[in-house]
Each structure stands twice: as C-alpha cells, then as structure tokens.
C-alpha cells in the first residue's frame, strides 16, 4: 500500500520561501509521475507542477518561482516554493500516478492514483 505524506507548509509573508517534501511509503519514484496539486478555499484542486519521465511540468502560476526535486534514495519529492505570493495560499497535496498508460494527463488530478493528506501553505500580504 502506497502512502504519501507531505510536510513543510506553513505560514510566511509575500516574498517568502517555503520547501514542501513528499515521503513515499511503499513506492520508488523512479518510474511514476509525482505530481503536486494545490486548493484554495472556495476553488478547485489545480496543479501545481509535476515530474513525469525525469522531465519537470510547471503550471504557468507558479513557472520561475517553484522547483522539484528528489531524493531517490530516501524516496521524497521536494517542491521548492520561492517569491511566494498571496494567490499561492492553500492546501498542497503530492500525488502519484502509477499507471503505464502511454498518454495520461499529468495535469490533471484524476489521473493520479494515490494522494497525500496535505499540508497547508499560508502567505499573507
């Protein structure tokens, strides 16, 4: 059973930085696509950035301002969040697609299959 924990959310003011970690249990990261995915209040899970095939996805909201990164060895996933900005404020999760569909949407939140709990991001102006 696969199982994701995030970590390192917090509150910070504009211009902050914050590092967010996924830990896997029970899964390698080599080959799936790890995902994080962020909700606001009131707004819809949107994504945030993603590693597919050692290739780094970032959403246009959040392009120069976040970077992933991993330590395979200890199986977690970073996403490295700078210049943070009020908008950037909710709930991050980390998922995980474990399919081996030749084309899926890395974008989109139902392609994962396994999710993290959360972990709350706050940036106050």
């Known amino acids: 059973q696969v199982q994701l924990t995030e970590s390192g959310g917090g509150s910070v003011q504009a211009g902050g930085s914050l590092r967010l970690s996924c830990a896997a249990s029970?899964?390698?990261?080599?080959?799936?696509?790890m995902g994080w995915f962020r909700q606001a209040p009131g707004r819809e899970r949107e994504f945030v950035a993603a590693?597919?095939?050692?290739?780094?996805h970032y959403s246009d909201s959040v392009k120069g301002r976040c970077t992933l990164s991993r330590d395979s060895s200890k199986n977690i996933v970073y996403l490295q969040m700078s210049n943070l900005k009020p908008e950037d404020t909710g709930v991050y999760y980390c998922?995980?697609?474990?399919?081996?569909?030749?084309?899926?949407?890395?974008?989109?939140?139902?392609?994962?299959?396994?999710w993290g709990q959360g972990t709350q991001v706050t940036v106050s102006s």
């Open positions: 029970g899964r390698t990261f080599r080959t799936t696509t």
């Open positions: 998922a995980e697609y474990a399919g081996s569909a030749a084309y899926y949407n890395y974008r989109v939140d139902s392609e994962y299959d396994h």
């Open positions: 590693s597919r095939w050692s290739v780094d």
